[in-house]
């Protein structure tokens, strides 16, 4: 399995665990896989963790921006954390950094999500 997945403190950790996201049969399934925990899950937040990713091909990108979508749809909130800068700079070039939101790693995304306002 390409990922693995726990729930902490009301949210969906999504955790990727190929360093190199590029086979097209891989990629399909953990777009399926990662849907199929959305769509099961009642949590309103979603992490998607890529600590071990070296490596992503542009295929992982429309996977993602479909996964974005179905977030969406749920009116989920979801947060990318552990990119390589390398990752990122794509994200930049190909302007889908104003789509999602990135933290700097897991824990960072958990304590933006747990964060609370001014107002509750």
């Known amino acids: 399995m390409a990922i693995a997945s726990q ?9 990727v665990k190929d ?4 086979d097209e049969v891989v990629l399909e399934q953990l777009e ?5 925990l959305i769509d099961q899950s009642e949590e309103e937040r979603v992490i998607i963790d890529f600590q071990p990713v ?19 749809e749920y009116k989920t909130k979801l947060k990318l954390s552990s990119m390589s800068p390398e990752i ?3 994200f930049k ?11 700097k790693d897991m824990e960072s995304a958990r304590k933006a999500f747990l964060k609370r306002g001014l107002f509750g």
């Open 93 to 103: 070039i190909t302007k889908l950094d104003k789509l999602f939101d990135f933290e």
């Open 19 to 22: 360093p190199r996201l590029v």
């Open 7 to 15: 729930t902490r403190d009301g949210i969906l950790i999504i955790q």
């Open 88 to 90: 990122r700079e794509v």
């Open 32 to 36: 399926k896989d990662v849907l199929g």
């Open 54 to 72: 070296q490596f992503m091909s542009s295929s992982m990108l429309g996977k993602l921006v479909k996964i974005h979508k179905k977030c969406k």
